[in-house]
């Protein structure tokens, strides 16, 4: 993966603000944003394990801004086995500070984050070290060393937490209670497969605060990993509300949430913080920035 910065025209960055985190934490839950790419027959992947380009340019800067507007960004130990991705922030003018805090989840420790991708970046400064969430156990002793040398730490949790109605799974609610202890208020889900239709689950669907797709013009076939989940009751839809698209490059972006209520979203005024990006003549003068520093959208009507 190319280790070039992007840029994320400020036009595009108004159509998201109304579904990303609010600046003030109400001291809840982290807000919890899901997002992927996904085909026209509603896959994220050929097969699991199998790496699939499905973003365009845009697209992907898109996926690196809201990493920037998120504490954190959450992914499972498939998606690290698989990829072994950068997990940072690549927009322009991005600091370490604001780069987003890499969570795994990894039960049974699978992953050597010692001599991941993620890790390198860390200790180069170019992103932060990764928590990775587990059950309590003694992980090989080499790997915490790396991983707490770097500024990252193993989340233990009771084995209590990974059971769930449907065998040994992590309760999200669980995830969330021990990423709020971190100090972590917003979360960006990525991936994989097994994550996504997890959190898409009924007992678990209340915590997703906004959903942002973007979909290939593409399908993939059968055999792919596919999004579907768990149907709710018999002949019930579980429907995206308050939705919006946008086009970017090939791709359609469709935004929208899966509660009825948006008190925590939806303001007459919603002002959100500018990334410290270099923006072209052109993009500052779509902006309308307040005394603060801070973009003031126009009144949000889904």
């Known amino acids: 993966m190319s280790d070039a910065t992007l840029r994320f025209p400020a036009s595009d960055r108004a159509v998201l603000e109304p579904y990303l985190a609010p600046i003030q934490s109400n001291g809840s839950l982290p807000f919890t944003t899901l997002t992927y790419a996904i085909s026209l027959d509603s896959a994220i992947a050929f097969s699991p394990g199998t790496q699939t380009v499905l973003s365009g340019p845009e697209s992907k800067a898109m996926t690196h801004y809201l990493r920037s507007r998120h504490e954190a960004i959450l992914v499972g130990v498939g998606t690290v086995l698989a990829d072994d991705p950068s997990l940072n922030c690549r927009i322009e003018g991005t600091t370490l500070e604001q780069q987003p805090r890499p969570i795994v989840v990894d039960p049974v420790v699978r992953w050597d984050c010692a001599k991941s991708k993620c890790l390198a970046l860390a200790e180069k400064g170019k992103g932060k070290a990764p928590y990775v969430i587990c059950v309590q156990s003694n992980p090989p002793l080499?790997?915490?060393?790396?991983?707490?040398?770097?500024?990252?730490?193993?989340?233990?949790?009771?084995?209590?937490?990974?059971?769930?109605?449907?065998?040994?799974?992590?309760?999200?609610?669980?995830?969330?209670?021990?990423?709020?202890?971190?100090?972590?208020?917003?979360?960006?889900?990525?991936?994989?497969?097994?994550?996504?239709?997890?959190?898409?689950?009924?007992?678990?669907?209340?915590?997703?605060?906004?959903?942002?797709?973007?979909?290939?013009?593409?399908?993939?076939?059968?055999?792919?990993?596919?999004?579907?989940?768990?149907?709710?009751?018999?002949?019930?839809?579980?429907?995206?509300?308050?939705?919006?698209?946008?086009?970017?490059?090939?791709?359609?972006?469709?935004?929208?949430?899966?509660?009825?209520?948006?008190?925590?979203?939806?303001?007459?005024?919603?002002?959100?913080?500018?990334?410290?990006?270099?923006?072209?003549?052109?993009?500052?003068?779509?902006?309308?920035?307040?005394?603060?520093?801070?973009?003031?959208?126009?009144k949000f009507t889904p």
């Open 142 to 298: 080499s790997q915490r060393k790396a991983l707490e040398a770097a500024g990252g730490k193993y989340i233990y949790m009771d084995f209590e937490d990974a059971m769930t109605e449907d065998g040994f799974r992590f309760s999200w609610n669980a995830i969330l209670v021990a990423l709020q202890k971190e100090g972590i208020h917003s979360i960006m889900v990525e991936g994989g497969g097994s994550i996504i239709n997890s959190l898409l689950a009924p007992s678990e669907i209340d915590l997703v605060s906004s959903v942002i797709l973007t979909i290939a013009p593409t399908w993939l076939g059968q055999g792919g990993v596919v999004i579907s989940p768990e149907r709710r009751e018999k002949q019930k839809q579980l429907r995206l509300q308050h939705t919006k698209w946008h086009q970017l490059g090939e791709d359609a972006i469709l935004c929208g949430t899966l509660r009825a209520n948006l008190s925590d979203l939806r303001r007459n005024r919603l002002t959100v913080p500018v990334p410290a990006i270099e923006m072209s003549d052109s993009d500052k003068k779509s902006e309308d920035l307040n005394s603060d520093g801070y973009a003031v959208i126009g």
